[in-house]
Nanobody, 113 residues
Framework: QVQLVESGGGLVQPGGSLRLSCAAS????????MSWYRQAPGKQREWVAR??????YVTDAVKGRFTISRDNAKKTVYLQMNGLKPEDTAVYYC????????WGQGTQVTVSS
């Protein structure tokens, strides 16, 4: 069964850090590039970061604060988030590239004082 399970979200104060995890199953994880996305209330889902054979990439809004990494042995992709801002508040999702039709449940990140 193909599945993506995100975890690690929570409530954090501005300037704080979180590390999100996405555990994958049901496909050969090491063969696929992976991305993180987020969806804030009332907004469309947006791409945040990608890791592929060429390297890692993040959207300009999180550059210098977020880092994507992966552990192929654990079939897990991570998103280290530092210097969190209130505008980072969203549900965070991962998916492979090309994406699976079914998304995980996501993990809620709330940045608030």
């Amino acid at each position: 069964q193909v599945q993506l399970v995100e975890s690690g979200g929570g409530l954090v104060q501005p300037g704080g850090s979180l590390r999100l995890s996405c555990a994958a199953s049901g496909f050969i994880f090491s063969m696929f590039a992976m991305s993180w996305y987020r969806q804030a209330p009332g907004k469309q889902r947006e791409w945040v970061a990608r890791i592929d054979a060429s390297g890692t990439y993040v959207t300009d809004a999180v550059k210098g604060r977020f880092t994507i990494s992966r552990d192929n042995a654990k079939k897990t992709v991570y998103l280290q988030m530092n210097g969190l801002k209130p505008e980072d508040t969203a549900v965070y999702y991962c998916n492979r590239i090309p994406p699976l039709n079914s998304w995980g449940q996501g993990t809620q990140v709330t940045v608030s004082s």
